[in-house]
């Protein structure tokens, strides 16, 4: 994928929480590992797997209904009196341009939760459409769903509207530990997926959970129309122009790949091989390897807002 040098991207909403110490929720030292229970002796996996395939933080197990807050999101660890922190935190305010998206991973984010804010805006009428904002953290952060550490990888919180990741999870879990073969576009399909749970929450389809496990479950039904929506919003990316009217972001069929492989790799079937558990379909949360491609496929090859209607 490539930005267009001219373009503005300064209107995406990231900012970073800083760090609330080392990276947390590990199986051992050493960098950040999969808390997923993985059946050691052949017998079954946990009855929950703890959410690295992109969490829906569910704030106690419940969905809340929608806030109407400024989606600023929990408390800040922040970046205080740390100066390391604090250049880190001021990172997203330099970025201006695609020139900068170009040159920067920080402002490539700043620049995709711009995309995701101008094509799901234009879908709403009426004023009715929120943005959600994306927080970076190190280690562990406070949400308005609780305290979250970097082991559950990338997500949204409904309470707050917020996206958070820890950017360490791209290499340390999503490759490192999982396998996948990372690139460009596998941020932009992730921060797609989590941005159409922030759209399941302002329309009220998260309230459509009501199952939480199972290959049939609504809660992986919630997942895959996510993975569709990421796919919808790619469809339609290089539609998308700034204010003086320049497209913003060109991107190839290299890029779809690394999105369709990213979606296999988190897909409940692989990461329960990987981490040395039998297949358990019953314990699934977010869908299997298959089923997560064919629905950004879905998506992208239509689209179309109605062909990523799962509940009907």
């Known amino acids: 994928m490539r930005f267009n040098p001219k373009a503005r991207i300064d209107s995406g909403k ?60 929990g408390q800040n660890n922040a970046a205080g009196s740390d100066p390391a922190q604090q250049q880190q935190a001021d990172q997203y305010d330099k970025c201006l341009t695609g020139e900068d998206a170009n040159e920067s991973e920080a402002c490539a984010r700043v620049a995709i939760l711009k995309l995701l804010e101008d094509y799901w805006s234009a879908q709403f009428k009426g004023g009715d459409f929120v943005a959600a904002p994306a927080k970076t953290f190190a280690g562990s952060t406070t949400t308005g769903c609780g305290s979250a550490t970097s082991a559950v990888g990338p997500f949204y919180c409904p309470a707050d509207q917020t996206i958070y990741l820890d950017p360490t999870f791209f290499d340390d879990v999503l490759e490192g530990q999982l396998g996948g073969k990372g690139g460009d576009f596998v941020e932009p399909y992730v921060l797609g997926h989590e941005y159409g749970h922030h759209i399941q929450n302002i329309t009220g389809q998260m309230k459509n959970v009501r199952t939480q496990q199972g290959e049939d479950s609504d ?25 003086n009217g320049e497209q913003i972001l060109t991107i190839d069929d290299a890029d779809i790949e690394e999105a369709v492989g990213a979606a296999y790799t988190v897909g409940d079937d692989h990461i329960q091989e990987v981490t040395g558990g039998r297949v358990d379909s019953g314990s699934w949360t977010h869908g299997s390897s298959e089923e997560r491609m064919k629905w950004f496929r879905t998506g992208y090859d239509s689209g179309d807002y109605e062909a990523c209607d799962i509940w009907k």
């Open 14 to 73: 990231v900012s970073d929480a800083g760090g609330g110490g080392g990276r947390g929720g590990g199986l051992g030292g050493g960098g950040m590992k999969l808390p997923i229970p993985t059946g050691a002796g052949g017998g079954k996996l946990g009855l929950v797997i703890l959410v690295v395939a992109f969490l829906v933080a569910m704030c106690n197990g419940q969905v809340p209904g929608i806030n109407q807050g400024d989606g600023g999101g």
């Open 219 to 243: 809660a992986v039904k919630l997942e895959l129309q996510a993975d569709c929506y990421a796919g919808l919003w790619t469809h339609h990316i290089e539609s998308l122009k700034d204010d």
